[in-house]
T-cell receptor
């Protein structure tokens, strides 16, 4: 069975304090690894897709990387508006298996 | 551009009552459609997905059902709700020609069962 584990569960950062989120996975036949951002009471918002080990994607202060067993989401010099829950998911076939998420709080 | 609509945003229902949640997608044809449930502090759980009209695959046995009466319409139903059906229900779509495209989510329905 596909498994996705995200750590830490919660992360409190000072504005400008860079950090990384971890997503460890086991899946048969990875079709893609996806990162989403979810604000309270809203649906997840798509951020990145990574398809193969060594691939990297960037968007503003966020950078996602992928190895054969895990992915990292690096947040560089975060701002309060980066506060959200970040979800990682792996795809095998049509099914996305999600981790429980990391809730990031950035204080001004 | 593509948009996805879910309604209602919130719903309070008594135990044993029926349920119908609707999701529609605009700006694309023949999308793959999905229903997820998100419990507090847990990851999203896939309930149903559909690759075409009338084609429904169920991932988790339960008292819920799904239907796709039109290309861009996806409905989640129940004949009798249970307390355990409470949760945040999310509809999503992806490009229909491939299974490894990102899924895009609506803003969900918060369902509370009393």
């Amino acid at each position: 069975e596909d498994q996705v584990t995200q750590s830490p569960e919660a992360l409190r950062l000072q504005e400008g304090e860079s950090s990384s989120l971890n997503c460890s996975y086991t899946v048969s036949g990875l079709r893609g690894l996806f990162w989403y951002r979810q604000d309270p009471g809203k649906g997840p918002e798509f951020l990145f897709t990574l398809y193969s080990a060594g691939e990297e994607k960037e968007k503003e202060r966020l950078k996602a990387t992928l190895t054969k067993k895990e992915s990292f989401l690096h947040i560089t010099a975060p701002k309060p508006e980066d506060s959200a829950t970040y979800l990682c998911a792996v795809q095998a076939g049509y099914k996305l298996s999600f981790g429980a998420g990391t809730t990031v709080t950035v204080r001004a | 551009s593509q948009t996805i609509h879910q309604w209602p945003a919130t719903l309070v229902q008594p135990v044993g009552s029926p349920l119908s949640l609707e999701c529609t997608v605009e700006g694309t044809s023949n999308p793959n459609l999905y229903w997820y449930r998100q419990a507090a502090g847990r990851g999203l759980q896939l309930l149903f997905y559909s690759v075409g009209i009338g084609q429904i695959s169920s991932e988790v046995p339960q008292n819920l059902s799904a239907s796709r009466p039109q290309d861009r319409q996806f409905i989640l139903s129940s004949k009798k709700l249970l307390l355990s059906d409470s949760g945040f229900y999310l509809c999503a779509w992806s490009v229909g020609s491939s299974s490894n495209q990102p899924q895009h989510f609506g803003d969900g329905t918060r369902l509370s069962i009393l």
